[in-house]
């Protein structure tokens, strides 16, 4: 059986293949991939082998899916720091997350990281997690500090851009014991 999470208006699942060309659809925007690292997917094909090798994981990686909609808008997840040199302590995962062009600003990101965040400090020992976000892309760090993560002061260069560019990446981390015994209060 899936392991889903939910609020009001979204639902976290695990990626299917009946969701590739739904992912398609949306990674293939070329101003979302680029805000989050990646380039935008070329064809169905290519969405749905990004389904079947990054998305596997489906303990650590859902879609985010619009209830009105009954389609996945988005990605979240945490598990081993990406090739962007973040400063992870030993043990530490690395949170990430997008949603499709139409639904920013309007708090989707958010709620999934709370829910996710809240699904973590109940069924983890996680101590803490570590995040960051290119500083062309503020509304991304936005969301981490809604949700708790605090600046580090720390930057790092993503040097394996696939657009060959160096930009850097603004480092947030969250200390997952500010979480316990927040039952009942929001993050």
């Not at 059986?1 to 949306?26: F, G, H, Q, V």
């Not at 139409?102 to 990101?109: A, D, E, L, Q, S």
Request: charged share 25%.
């Amino acid at each position: 059986m899936e392991k889903m999470m939910e609020t009001n208006r979204i639902i976290l699942r695990p990626w299917r293949d009946s969701d590739a060309e739904t992912l398609y659809k949306w990674a293939s925007d070329p101003d979302v991939g680029p805000r989050a690292g990646w380039p935008p997917h070329q064809s169905v094909e290519e969405s749905l082998e990004t389904i079947r090798t990054v998305f596997y994981d489906i303990t650590n990686t859902w879609a985010i899916e619009l209830k009105e909609t009954g389609e996945p808008i988005g990605a979240i997840g945490y598990g081993p720091s990406c090739e962007c040199d973040l400063p992870t302590r030993d043990g530490e995962p690395l949170v990430g997350y997008w949603v499709a062009k139409p639904y920013w600003n309007k708090g989707i990101c958010t709620e999934a990281l709370r829910l996710m965040l809240d699904h973590i400090r109940q069924t983890t020992d996680i101590n803490s997690l570590i995040s960051g976000h290119f500083v062309d892309n503020p509304a991304s760090g936005r969301v981490m500090e809604k949700c708790g993560f605090v600046p580090t002061g720390e930057t790092c260069i993503d040097a394996n851009q696939y657009q060959g560019e160096n930009r850097p990446i603004r480092v947030l981390r969250l200390e997952l014991s500010s979480l316990h015994g927040a039952t009942g209060q929001e993050l």
